[in-house]
């Protein structure tokens, strides 16, 4: 009964299953970590959480001068405690799958890799340790132990119009780029290197950061012609700025009403093994060959 926990898991937890669930003492401490529709493995998902906000608490008081001065050793002690401990958890995550590999080149599996890593190798490259706010990326594990399946849903949805989206995006940013270069080699020709435009990779990122609408100040154009074309780019980066947006909605929009046509075009997950993706006319997963679920309100 307890062997078929993961076929059971909430959509949020099931993708955990691609990496095998074993049998035996290996499944308990799988359902304790992977999943979070027990007592226990809540408890469990919880206590990791506030571990991991406690670690970035500590990376960050550590950066303040006065702090680090007054209680070093302290600082030192805790953050050697929160690496092991989260080693620990790295290795029984790996121990308790059957595709260790798999788990460890997948985004949770590097995140959880990257977050113990500069510990150690402050030892042999000091300051190093400040990348440990990598573990913030931990904190999306908080979707599962919640189980907000609409966010889930929504973040699916946004995921696939930004792929459905990128083509067009990439024809935006090249069109973006060709007047970056363009207008700031056309400013290095105006304003010239005495006032600031000594290259034309120099006038360029002042492109950049004129039509962005940034303005950090360290370049400024001084002759007439060139203040026009400079108001020129910041009305042209209010245009910019909306682009996408506009192409991503759009293509959300049309995502959302393939929705309300029909069922048909509705992803699905394999309760075997976890693959998404499958349309609502596949019949069985694509990755193992086991049969999909029926699609919602078909009988």
Not at 59 to 66: E, I, T, W
Not at 128 to 153: C, G, M, N, P, W
Request: aromatic share 8%; charged share 20%.
């Amino acid at each position: 009964m307890k062997a078929r926990t993961a076929d059971r898991a909430p959509d949020a937890a099931r993708p955990a299953a691609r990496y095998g669930r074993p049998d035996g003492w290996r499944g308990a401490l799988y359902d304790l970590i992977f999943l979070s529709d027990s007592a226990a493995g809540r408890r469990f998902d919880i206590a990791l959480v506030g571990a991991i906000l406690l670690s970035i608490l500590v990376v960050v008081l550590d950066s303040v001068p006065m702090v680090r001065a007054r209680h070093t050793d302290l600082m030192h002690m805790l953050e050697w405690g929160f690496t092991l401990l989260f080693t620990a958890e790295y290795v029984a995550r790996l121990v308790c799958v059957r595709q260790p590999l798999r788990y460890a080149t997948s985004f949770f599996g590097i995140v959880d890799l990257l977050s113990v890593l500069p510990t150690y190798v402050s030892l042999l490259v000091p300051g190093s340790e400040a990348l440990l706010d990598i573990r913030i990326l931990r904190l999306l594990r908080v979707f599962r132990i919640f189980k907000l399946t609409l966010y889930i849903e929504e973040y699916t949805r946004l995921g696939e119009a930004l792929a459905a989206s990128r083509r067009k995006i990439m024809v935006f940013l090249s069109v973006v780029l060709m007047a970056v270069l363009i207008l700031g080699t056309v400013m290095y020709v105006v304003e010239g290197p005495a006032r600031g435009f000594t290259s034309i990779p120099t006038a360029m990122y002042w492109a950049v950061v004129t039509m962005t609408t940034v303005g950090y100040g360290d370049i400024t154009p001084q002759t007439t012609l060139g203040k026009a074309i400079a108001s020129f780019m910041m009305l042209l980066g209010w245009g910019i700025l909306a682009v996408p947006t506009g192409i991503v909605t759009a293509e959300m929009s049309a995502r959302r009403n393939d929705r309300r046509r029909g069922p048909a075009r509705l992803p699905r997950n394999c309760s075997a093994c976890g693959s998404g993706g499958h349309e609502g006319r596949a019949r069985f997963c694509r990755d193992c060959g086991a049969e999909l679920p029926a699609v919602m309100g078909k009988h």
